[in-house]
């Protein structure tokens, strides 16, 4: 009976956190909660949390494009104003500019699911991440058999932040792909 | 049987102080698991809690951290999926490749203005085969229109007023913010405090878990609708967009005095899911909205000339807006036709 108390009384500080936090994030208005901030991150540096992100030569989509990086890669910040962050391109002298929403200063996945222990399940790796992912997402399409075709069709109308920029100034005015 | 020996009534204020402290730690910024087992660990030096209790705090001071801990973009990206697979389960896609693809373009451009131009895997836009007026957004960024609501559409500003209201919901993350107080943080301490211990399954629990969380979201995406405080937030980020792009910020009251107030038959769930129009049209007469500087425009875009010379020189001269105008009401007036 003292456990289940103690059980409850836990349960209980669980929710009070969770919802705490919640709260917190919706009224941050901004959906960027304070959470949890990374301990090891040194200065400066941040980590790309989007699928894709590019760095431009000005702070302008138009601008001409430096690199390419790539999900979880790492970048040295050396600055940043009007939701830009200047960086230092990595493997090179060059300094040029990205979007600041596609970086984090937390570590975007687990690190025990990164260690890359031989067999390691990607189960495993979906819950050392505790996150919702393509794992996860399997899984639920099989269970359910949802049908995420129309999902994937209007996921292919992907365009270049330039042309997209350009568009909206007049340019491709025919519409076609 | 025993009777609850940890209600004795010495160890109530005791009990009472660590809540009221872990109360105070919830309100700051420290790390919430640290400060939750540090007390339970002060508890039990000072003889209020015996091991067990101390471990069973602790346990749930690591579960609240893990349910608080941000969503990642990531993470948002396969929520979405999932979520705008379940409204393409209600609603057909109207099939049309020329519609899409200017409404992506036209969208994605608008992205590049919200307070989060870059998302996991970006924004995507497509048109759902309905009457009624309506308009989704799921997390991940893929925003889902009615042809009704294209139907009231009067011009591409007011197109793209609607696709920035919607743009704004994905980019001031309402979708989690509406569930992450429940159902998905309780997920993540539910595994996290022991549910999913056992070393079969863990998985399928998990998606399954998953599964009632969309089914959550997608709920109040269709049903429901987000909070008056999500849509009047999303209005007003939806004028500044418009005002950072080059489209007329008043092209949203426009569009919003349009729109099917409560009990109007086209209504459909739109009424149900958004606050009426008059008082989304007295909110924006309320809130201040500063003009856009031609400096936060061409931060974006083309900057100013005299603001930043290399780059104005990298980029060339910004186009012509009279030129501007006139194409995007030509094309607008071209695709008004497959509406």
Redesign the interface.
């Known amino acids: 009976?003292?456990?289940l108390?103690?059980?409850a009384?836990?349960?209980t500080?669980?929710?009070?956190?969770?919802?705490?936090?919640?709260?917190g994030?919706?009224a941050d208005?901004?959906?960027?909660?304070?959470?949890?901030?990374a301990?090891a991150v040194s200065a400066g540096a941040m980590t790309v949390?989007?699928?894709r992100?590019q760095i431009w030569?000005?702070?302008?989509?138009?601008?001409?494009v430096l690199a390419s990086l790539a999900?979880k890669d790492k970048v040295v910040v050396l600055g940043s104003?009007?939701?830009?962050a200047k960086v230092q391109v990595p493997g090179s002298a060059k300094v040029g500019y990205?979007?600041m929403?596609?970086l984090?200063q937390?570590p975007?996945?687990s690190s025990a699911a990164e260690a890359a222990v031989p067999g390691i399940t990607?189960?495993e790796i979906?819950?050392a991440g505790?996150?919702?992912?393509?794992?996860?997402?399997e899984?639920?399409r099989k269970?359910?058999h949802?049908?995420?075709a129309?999902?994937d069709?209007?996921?292919a109308?992907?365009?270049p932040?330039d042309?997209?920029?350009?568009?909206?100034?007049?340019?491709?005015?025919?519409?076609?792909? | 049987?025993?009777?609850?020996?940890?209600?004795r009534a010495p160890r109530l204020p005791a009990?009472l102080a660590i809540?009221a402290g872990?109360?105070l730690c919830?309100?700051s910024?420290l790390?919430?698991d640290e400060s939750?087992g540090s007390l339970a660990s002060n508890a039990l030096s000072a003889g209020v809690l015996d091991q067990?209790?101390a471990t069973?705090?602790k346990?749930?001071?690591q579960?609240?951290?893990?349910?608080?801990?941000?969503?990642?973009?990531?993470?948002e990206?396969?929520?979405g999926?999932?979520v705008?697979?379940?409204i393409?389960?209600v609603y057909k896609?109207y099939d049309c490749?020329?519609?899409?693809?200017?409404l992506?373009?036209?969208g994605?451009?608008?992205?590049?203005s919200s307070?989060?131009?870059?998302?996991?895997?970006?924004y995507?836009?497509?048109v759902l085969d309905s009457p009624e007026v309506n308009a989704f957004a799921s997390p991940g960024g893929?925003i889902l229109v009615t042809r009704g609501l294209l139907a009231r559409v009067g011009s591409e500003d007011e197109l793209a007023a609607a696709l920035a209201h919607e743009i704004s919901h994905v980019?001031?993350?309402?979708g989690?913010?509406?569930v992450?107080?429940?159902r998905i943080?309780?997920i993540?301490?539910d595994?996290?405090?022991g549910a999913?211990k056992s070393s079969g399954g863990?998985?399928?629990a998990?998606?399954?878990a998953?599964?009632e969380a969309?089914a959550e979201l997608a709920k109040i995406i269709l049903f429901s609708g987000y909070s008056q405080g999500f849509e009047l937030?999303a209005d007003r980020e939806a004028r500044a967009i418009l005002g950072r792009?080059?489209?007329d910020p008043n092209a949203l009251a426009g569009l919003v005095a349009k729109l099917p107030a409560r009990g109007e038959e086209s209504g459909g769930g739109f009424a149900a899911t958004h606050p009426a129009p008059i008082s989304r049209l007295e909110a924006l007469r309320d809130a201040p909205f500063e003009p856009v500087s031609q400096r936060?425009r061409?931060?974006?875009?083309?900057?100013a000339p005299r603001a930043?010379e290399?780059?104005a020189a990298?980029?060339g001269a910004?186009?012509d807006p009279v030129?501007?105008y006139?194409?995007?009401a030509?094309?607008f007036a071209?695709?008004r036709a497959l509406f």
């Open positions: 009976m003292k456990r108390f103690f059980r009384f836990a349960l500080m669980l929710f009070a956190g969770a919802a705490a936090f919640g709260q994030r919706a208005g901004q959906g960027n909660a304070p959470a949890v901030q301990k949390q989007v699928g992100a030569q000005a702070p302008s989509v138009v601008a001409p999900y104003s009007e939701g830009w990205m979007f929403s596609a984090t937390r975007v996945s990607a189960s979906a819950l505790k996150g919702f992912n393509d794992s996860v997402e899984s639920f269970s359910t949802i049908d995420y129309f999902v069709a209007m996921e109308y992907a365009f932040a042309e997209a920029a350009g568009f909206l100034s007049g340019a491709g005015g025919d519409g076609t792909p | 049987m025993q009777r609850f020996p940890a209600f009990i809540l872990v109360c919830l309100t910024c790390t919430i939750m067990y209790q069973m705090l346990l749930a001071a579960a609240a951290a893990d349910a608080a801990r941000q969503i990642t973009p990531e993470e990206y396969y929520v999926r999932a705008a697979a379940s393409f389960a896609p490749p020329e519609l899409a693809a200017y992506n373009r036209l994605q451009g608008l992205a590049l307070p989060r131009p870059a998302i996991y895997a970006g995507h836009f497509a893929h980019a001031l993350g309402h989690l913010a509406s992450q107080g429940m943080a309780q993540a301490s595994y996290a405090i999913g863990e998985l399928e998990f998606s399954s998953f599964g969309i937030q792009s080059g489209y936060a061409g931060m974006r875009f083309w900057p930043d290399t780059a990298a980029i910004a186009p030129r501007t006139y194409i995007r030509e094309r071209a695709m």
